[in-house]
Nanobody, 118 residues
Framework: QVQLVESGGGLVQPGGSLRLSCVAS????????MGWVRQAPGKGLEWVSA????????RYQNSVKGRFTISRDDAKNTLYLQMNSLTPEDTAVYYC????WGSGISGRGQGTQVTVSS
């Protein structure tokens, strides 16, 4: 079955950086679009970024463009999200998902908390 295990969240000051990782198993990672979604307190899930198989197509939510970078290492079955210039508005639980931008999600990790606060 699909297993996605995130790591790398934590508490960071505004302007700081974090790198999230997601190790995938139970399916052929190279065949699937992958992404990150997040859920802030009291809000619904929202797409943050997605990357297609092979990494040739990448999408970002407007609010993170220029600050976040998604990447994948197919040899390691791992998805990454480099987050720079973090703001308190980025505070959320971040989930690694299997799925294409804006489409149905066919697998989701347990989430990792990102808190941006001074």
């Amino acid at each position: 079955q699909v297993q996605l295990v995130e790591s790398g969240g934590g508490l960071v000051q505004p302007g700081g950086s974090l790198r999230l990782s997601c190790v995938a198993s139970g399916f052929i990672f190279t065949n699937y679009a992958m992404g990150w979604v997040r859920q802030a307190p009291g809000k619904g899930l929202e797409w943050v970024s997605a990357i297609n198989p092979g990494g040739g197509s990448i999408r970002y939510q407007n609010s993170v463009k220029g600050r976040f970078t998604i990447s994948r290492d197919d040899a390691k079955n791992t998805l990454y999200l480099q987050m720079n210039s973090l703001t308190p508005e980025d505070t959320a639980v971040y989930y690694c998902v299997r799925g294409a931008w804006g489409s149905g999600i066919s697998g989701r990790g347990q989430g990792t908390q990102v808190t941006v606060s001074s």
